[in-house]
């Protein structure tokens, strides 16, 4: 079992304003085989939390840990990150220019395993891989991100979790830009993930939408940079039917 422990966190970025706190003291552990899905309103810092588990530099932890398997991840490289087995799909993937996603996935892998995987399992893995997420052989052999779709960027992200096989995936707005046949695609890649692997999941999502095909064990409430409330499936269809109003009445004024 590998467990992420996200104790205390304090995180802050320079804006025009100054040194902006965002996060201020988030407490969060998952383990592998669980599913913990984070919702709140926009700007309350789920992408922040999203974004400092990946080692973004734009983002400064302040104060607080990170650990995996007891491992200081905040000393990690991002390179590291993926290698101790963290998965951060990004919500705003880039471009590679030049680079197709066969060899943009071949190069995570050897990474990530410390050894290139052979030309033939590997073509194999890949195709299978595509067949899964019903994806056009083709896609193989595209530049990474190169006028991808808003759908195709998040197939890719799941193509590259069931390849790269993580211990625990951070999956920030999945669900965004997707209709419902696609939504469906891409969580049977995640529940895939989970049944196959053990994957943890810590799954960001302002909308419960995506929480019906991908059920989560935890559902945690992030408000104002902190978790403002924890429970189980349950919380999420009070969310749908109550939405935030209810978390957001409490919080002060921004001074
Ligand atoms: P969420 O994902 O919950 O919508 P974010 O983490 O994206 O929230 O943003 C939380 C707050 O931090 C917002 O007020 C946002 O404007 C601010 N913020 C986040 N990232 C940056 C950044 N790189 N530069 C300036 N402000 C940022
Ligand atoms: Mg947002
Ligand atoms: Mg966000």
Redesign the pocket.
């Known amino acids: 079992m590998t467990v992420l422990e996200i104790r205390d966190l304090h995180v802050t970025?320079?804006?025009e304003a100054g040194t902006?706190p965002?996060l201020n003291g988030v407490d969060l552990t998952i383990r592998t085989g669980e599913t913990h899905a984070i919702m709140?309103?926009?700007?309350?810092?789920?992408?922040?939390?999203a974004?400092t588990i990946a080692g973004h530099p734009?983002?400064t932890v302040t104060g607080g840990t990170i650990t995996l398997d007891g491992e200081d991840v905040l000393a990690m490289s991002v390179d590291e990150r993926a290698r101790a087995g963290l998965f951060l799909a990004m919500q705003y993937p880039v471009e590679i220019p030049g680079v197709t996603v066969t060899n943009f996935l071949r190069t995570a892998k050897t990474a990530i395993d410390g050894e290139a995987p052979s030309i033939r399992t590997w073509t194999k893995d890949v195709k299978g891989a595509m067949k899964n997420l019903r994806m056009d052989p083709k896609f193989a052999a595209r530049n990474v991100n190169e006028g991808f779709s808003g759908g195709e960027k998040k197939r890719h992200e799941i193509l590259q979790l069931e390849l790269l096989k993580p211990a625990i995936a951070v999956l920030?707005e999945t669900d965004s830009g997707l209709d419902v046949d696609a939504l469906k695609i891409v969580s049977e890649g995640v529940n895939r993930a989970k049944t196959e692997t053990d994957l943890g999941v810590l799954l960001?999502t302002?909308y419960t939408r995506i929480l019906k095909y991908i059920k989560p064990d935890f559902v945690h409430v992030?408000v104002a940079g902190r978790i403002a409330e924890e429970g189980g499936p349950e919380l999420a269809e009070r969310l749908e039917d109550e939405g935030y109003d209810r978390f957001l009445a409490g919080e002060p004024e921004p001074a």
Do not use: A
Not at 40 to 47: E, L, Q, R, V, Y
């Open positions: 970025v320079e804006t902006t965002i709140g309103p926009n700007g309350s810092g789920k992408s922040t939390l974004y734009k983002y920030d960001i302002h992030m």
